[in-house]
């Protein structure tokens, strides 16, 4: 029985090897490949990156957008259809943040948990590429 059990094992490692799927030792896909992408989210837990943005030509804080789970969310249409978007402020929650802006990720140390940031010497805000959760 034992030895049929581990025909039927390797074959089906062996399938899955050809369609390009991986088999840890337990035979089960890791928590850590399963983790969800950055998703948007209701803004209603203070624990979700909160960021408040404009278009290019609209009110500052025109806009409020959250967000839970680790990732990058880029800033393109629908949300910046009308132009550059403009980052006016964000809440990191429960979550540590960078932000894109003039091609580079900052600040250099991404901005701890539970922090309001915002931008006094710029009313204006900052250009906005891309929002990133570790």
């Not at 896909?29 to 803004?43: G, L, Q, R, W, Y």
Request: net charge negative.
């Amino acid at each position: 029985m034992a030895h049929l059990k581990n025909k039927i094992v390797a074959a089906l490692a062996a399938g899955l090897a050809t369609v390009g799927l991986a088999i840890t030792p337990t035979g089960f896909a890791s928590a850590e490949t399963a983790k969800p992408a950055i998703s948007t989210v209701p803004c209603n837990s203070n624990d979700y990156l909160q960021v408040w943005f404009h278009q290019e030509y609209e009110n500052p804080r025109a806009e409020e957008i959250c967000f839970a789970n680790a990732g990058t969310y880029t800033f393109q249409f629908p949300q910046c259809s009308g132009g550059p978007c403009w980052l006016d402020a964000f809440s990191t929650g429960n979550n540590v943040v960078q932000y894109e802006s003039d091609n580079r990720w900052q600040p250099d140390n991404p901005v701890g948990k539970y922090t309001y940031f915002g931008f006094p010497n710029h009313p204006g805000g900052v250009d906005l590429d891309a929002m990133k959760i570790f």
